[in-house]
């Protein structure tokens, strides 16, 4: 177990967390795909959780990520989806 611990306390809290982009839509390929993994694990050390094991597949994400007890899991998963479609939407704008 890779637990984490305070002078009081100590918690392994990990989160499997699936999306899927709107539609359905098979977004996820090719150049896309190679960008937004190392995306996800920087904006996840940002707010100081680690993604732990992850899998992109051609319409939904797979994430196993390891998050403090401060944070609410939803907290989280919105800065991490919301600063990923800014950064895919100036990056990838009118691409498909």
């Known amino acids: 177990?890779?637990?984490?611990s305070l002078s009081h306390t100590a918690w392994d809290f990990k989160?499997?967390?699936?999306?899927?982009?709107?539609?359905?839509k098979k977004s996820l390929y090719k150049n896309l795909r190679q960008y937004v993994g190392?995306?996800?694990?920087?904006?996840?050390?940002?707010?100081?959780?680690?993604?732990?094991?992850?899998h992109m597949m051609a319409d939904h994400i797979h994430m196993l990520i390891s998050i403090l007890p401060k944070n609410s899991v939803a907290q989280?998963?919105?800065?991490?989806k919301g600063k990923s479609a800014i950064s895919i939407a100036w990056n990838y704008m009118g691409r498909k």
Do not use: S, T
Request: include cysteine; hydrophobic fraction near 45%.
């Open 1 to 4: 177990m890779n637990e984490q």
């Open 38 to 54: 190392p995306l996800f694990k920087e904006l996840a050390i940002q707010e100081e959780c680690r993604i732990e094991e992850g």
């Open 76 to 80: 989280i998963v919105g800065f991490i």
């Open 15 to 24: 989160y499997h967390i699936v999306w899927i982009p709107k539609y359905l």
